[in-house]
Structures are given as structure tokens and as C-alpha cells.
């Protein structure tokens, strides 16, 4: 009778098949935190803090298209709306940041259940265009509105006492803040991804009428996680609040929804990495041409047609390939 | 006093834009048999599953399913209900393993599944009950392949697996058999047999042969509507069925 150790002679296969996060995911996640507590003494703290903030936006993004095969061209509703609601509550209720980050993440789980319910009836281009008309809708408000400040939105919020505790003035200790927050963002994704709802999500994503014909109440599913998407979105969007002391116009724009597919495309969507990657290189991009003006647009459009024409499985997706290992 | 009958179409209709693909069909399906739809391509035997199974809505008539009217129900509802269908074209989720794909099913027994915070761990209980259903349709090997990567007439197995993972009362199957090979055929056939020990059974199938030695009761359908209806014997000769087949360019 063997007792025998079980060998793990087929790699990962063993560990994922037990449900387990495979090692080479836990390595990543470990580098993505040593990377990212050495970050802010090398780069400059407010921008790592933006390409963090973007990251975890993009991340919840992928939740919905990469994992739920759903294209929102509205995710700025979320992102914005969140920070308006974020920098209000921070600025004219007087909360503290704990707080302010709470109530405009629970806005955008309020929002992205009563768009969800309404554009989760649709299919494909049919359910893009729903979020976008509701994305233009929140953007209309947004610019009606009297509590949002019009074209200067709300500027100069206040970044507070975190549990009436941490001041967070100092870029460096609000950093760690944004750190943290976006870590357990990412790790709740990848919570989400491999759980059994994460699962039957997949299911829905590869085959819906097969997964309807075993049972499954698919439009339930894809409403959890396009709220679950909304929610996670509008974290960082409320975040951003915080760290540039401002909800603006921008945050809310049509374009901004745009830049976050983008970001998905270019990292690799369906990947739970890539999107930070996609983040950093648009952000990163954003920042160091700012000065040639419309021209970043111009390089962006040509980045994304690019990666579009050659690695259509984005960076991590390609590099996914070459590994042959899910990332 | 239900005689019998486990699901009974009375006068179900599909029109598309004035084009009728299924119309005044009433179909009795005896509870514990094997009955086979057949007709020549676009009879409507497709469109009758998705109309049976509520994939498609009802232009007219009602379904009733062990006694309880199910003509308003989901498709989702209807498959809790133990009516559950397969698909013509193979329908497997291609990017989850061949084990992944039956424990979806499986797990359908947790009720449903939003519990997004839990580990995929919960799962593993599944794996035995998964193996053995792979297992039964010569699978085992297969388990870690992608689904998308088995040769079609795995495909085919993988789903009927997948579809007794949900330990139906009734299976509704779409042409399982057509693009295998003799052998996959003969393993089908004889699983199928099997499987309807305690099951009803309505089965779309083009392989004659197969029909002839499987069914208890026979509906030819042609045009959308209801044929003949019998047993092999006397279906095999009416005339009126002949001449559909041999309209229809089929043997
Ligand atoms: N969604 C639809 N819209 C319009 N016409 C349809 C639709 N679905 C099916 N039809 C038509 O209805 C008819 C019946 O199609 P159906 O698929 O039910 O045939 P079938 O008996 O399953 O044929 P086959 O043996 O080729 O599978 C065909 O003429 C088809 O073109
Ligand atoms: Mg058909």
C-alpha cells in the first residue's frame, strides 16, 4: 500500500487542479509588492499613485470583459462618478478619507446595478452602446449638477486624517494607503476569478446558451459581476479623489472609458496582470509626452493599432503564450 | 392519469417573418422511452428542441411537462426542472478542461454559485463524480485537455457527459452522434441505451440505423409539420415518409 508523497511531476497542473494559487502567480504577486513598495523612492510618489489608481480601474474592468465577456463603453460613470460623489463627501460632508473612499464606491455599486439591470438585457455591440448612452447620461449630469462644480469640478479635497489617525498630506505615507488599497483590490479580482462564481462566469463568457441549458440564471451572473466590475471601478475612482484632490469633468468623459479598454487591450485582456501593464503604459505615456499635446493621442491611437495588428492577446497574453502558463 | 406522458406539445408553432419553421406540432413523449425526431434538413426538429426548451419562444401553442405547464418558463428554469437538452453544433465551454467542463455542471447541485468570495477549492469535491462521468463516455485521458482542443467527436462525448452530470429525468438530444466515427457511434449508442434505463430520452438523429435499433417510437417531421408517427416498422414504410426522404435528396 503506497503512501508515497505525491509528486508534483506535471508543474502547476497538480496545484491549480487542487484549487490552489499556483506558485508562479504568488511570485508575481509577491514582486508586485516589493516593486511596489521600492516604487516611490525611485519614481515620483503621485505618479505611481496615478499608475496604481489606473491599474486597479483597469483591472476591474477586465473583470467584466476579460471574465465576463461584456464590453461596457461606460466604465467612466463608475471611475467618475465615484470621485465626484469620493471628493464631495470628503470636502463638503467632512469625512474622512476612509470614509469619503466608502461612499463613492458605494455610489458606484449603486449605479452599476441600476445600469447593469437595464444593459444586461442586451448582446454584444447592443450592450456597449446601453452603457454608453447611461455613461453620457452621468456625464450630462455631471456637468448640470450643481454640487460638481461644472468645468472647474471640485478641487482642492482635502486628504484628511485616515482613521482620525495617519495624516495623509504627505505623498509618501498616502502612497502606502493607495498601495494597499490596490492590492486588495487585485487580490479580491483574482479572489473573484477563481471562486465558483469566477467559474460559472467563465462558463457564461465561453458558451451562454450552453451554461443556460445546465441551469444556470445567466443574467444574474453577468448582472453580480458587471456590479462587482462597477464597484471595484468606482474604489479607484474614489482613490484618484483622494490623491489628486480632484473630481473633474475628465473623469466622467466618454474618453476616459475609452482609455481604460485600451489599457485592457494593450495589457492583455482576460489576463489578471495585464491590465496593470496596460495602466502603466498609458499613464506612463500620458505623462512624460504631456508636453507634445495632442500628439500623445496621435501616439496612443498608433500604440493601440499596433497591438491590435500584433499581439492582439496584448503584452501579458503574449507572454502568457510563450510560458504556457495562465497570468 | 397523466398516462404516461412526461412532456406533451399541444399545436406548437414557430413562424419567422411569415416563414412557419415548426407549425401545429403536438408531440406525446412517454415517460422511460427513446423517441426519435427525424425528418429531412430545416423540417424544424432543431427549432422544436429550442421551442420545447423555451430557447426560442412559441409563436402558438402550450408545453406541458410532467403535468405542469412550462410554455412561460425560462430555459433556465426549465433545465432546473430536469428537461435538459443538448446542442447541435457542439457545445462545450472550449477554454475550460474536459473536467472543468462536467464539474460546471456538477455544480450546479450547490444550488447557485455567487459565492465570489470563496475559493475555487469548493469545487474539488466535484472531481470524483467528474472522472467517473468522463470515464463513461472514454474520456479519462482526456480530463486536462482542453475542451476546444478534443477532436470533434470528443466534443460530442464530453457534452453528453456534461449533460448527465445534471442527472436529467428527460435529455433532449440534438443529433449526438452526427461527425463521429463508427466506433464513437457504437459507444454512444450503446451509453445511451444505457443511460435511459431510468431516463426519458427524445433524440434528434440523422444515422438511421441507429434510430432503428434505439427508438421505442418514431415522429417524422417534414416542413415543420408532424408526418407520421409510430414505431420503426410501420414509420419505415409509409409512403408518405419515403417520399419526404427521397424529395429531400436524403436515403
Ligand atoms: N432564427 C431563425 N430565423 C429564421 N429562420 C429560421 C431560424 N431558425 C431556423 N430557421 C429556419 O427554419 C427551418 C427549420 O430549421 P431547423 O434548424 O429547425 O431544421 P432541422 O430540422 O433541425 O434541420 P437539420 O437537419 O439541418 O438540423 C429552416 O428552414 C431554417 O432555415
Ligand atoms: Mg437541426
Known sequence: MSAAVETDNSGISVQQARGGMPAHHAAIFIALLAAGLVAPFLLYPVFVMKVLCFALFACAFNLLLGYGGLLSFGHAAYFGGAAYISAHAAKVWGFPPELAILSGTLAAAILGTAIGALAIRRQGIYFAMVTLAFAQMVFFFSLQAPFTGGEDGIQAVPRGMLFGLINLRSDITLYFVVLAIFLGGLLMIYRIIHSPFGQVLKAIRENEPRAISLGYRTNRYKLAVFVLSATLAGLAGSTKAIVFQLASLTDVHWSMSGEVVLMTLIGGMGTVFGPIVGAAVIVTMQNYLATMGAWVTVIQGCIFVICVLLFREGVVGVIARWVKRPL | ?251
Open chain 2, 1 to 251: 392519469m397523466d398516462d404516461g406522458v412526461i412532456l406533451a406539445a399541444d399545436d406548437l408553432t414557430k413562424e419567422f417573418k411569415g416563414f412557419f419553421a415548426v407549425e401545429g406540432v403536438s408531440l406525446k413523449i412517454k415517460r422511460g422511452q427513446i423517441h426519435a425526431l427525424i425528418g429531412p434538413n430545416g423540417a424544424g426538429k432543431t427549432t422544436c428542441f429550442n421551442l420545447l426548451t423555451k430557447f426560442l419562444p412559441p409563436t402558438r401553442g402550450r408545453i406541458i411537462y410532467k403535468g405542469q405547464d412550462i410554455t412561460a418558463m425560462s430555459p433556465a428554469d426549465i433545465a432546473r426542472l430536469g428537461l435538459v437538452r443538448s446542442f447541435q453544433i457542439s457545445a462545450v465551454f472550449p477554454h475550460l478542461t474536459a473536467l472543468e467542463n462536467v464539474r460546471i455542471a456538477l455544480q450546479r447541485q450547490r444550488g447557485d454559485s455567487f459565492d465570489f468570495w470563496r475559493s475555487q477549492k469548493v469545487l474539488l469535491q466535484f472531481d470524483e463524480r467528474a472522472r467517473a462521468l468522463l470515464a463513461e463516455v472514454g474520456l479519462s485521458e482526456f480530463e486536462q485537455t482542453e475542451a476546444g482542443d478534443l477532436p470533434y467527436g470528443r466534443k460530442r462525448a464530453l457534452e453528453i457527459a456534461t449533460t448527465l452530470a445534471l442527472d436529467p429525468e428527460m435529455l433532449l438530444l440534438d443529433e449526438p452522434m452526427a461527425g463521429m466515427g463508427h466506433e464513437d457511434v457504437d459507444r454512444i449508442a450503446a451509453l445511451i441505451r444505457r443511460i435511459s434505463a431510468d431516463r426519458t430520452i427524445l433524440m434528434v438523429e440523422h444515422n438511421l440505423s441507429v434510430v432503428a435499433s434505439l427508438s421505442d417510437t418514431i415522429t417524422v417531421l417534414a416542413r415543420g409539420k408532424v408526418l407520421a408517427e409510430g414505431d420503426y416498422a410501420s414509420v419505415s414504410k409509409d409512403p408518405r415518409v419515403i417520399e419526404a426522404y427521397i424529395g429531400a435528396g436524403h436515403g
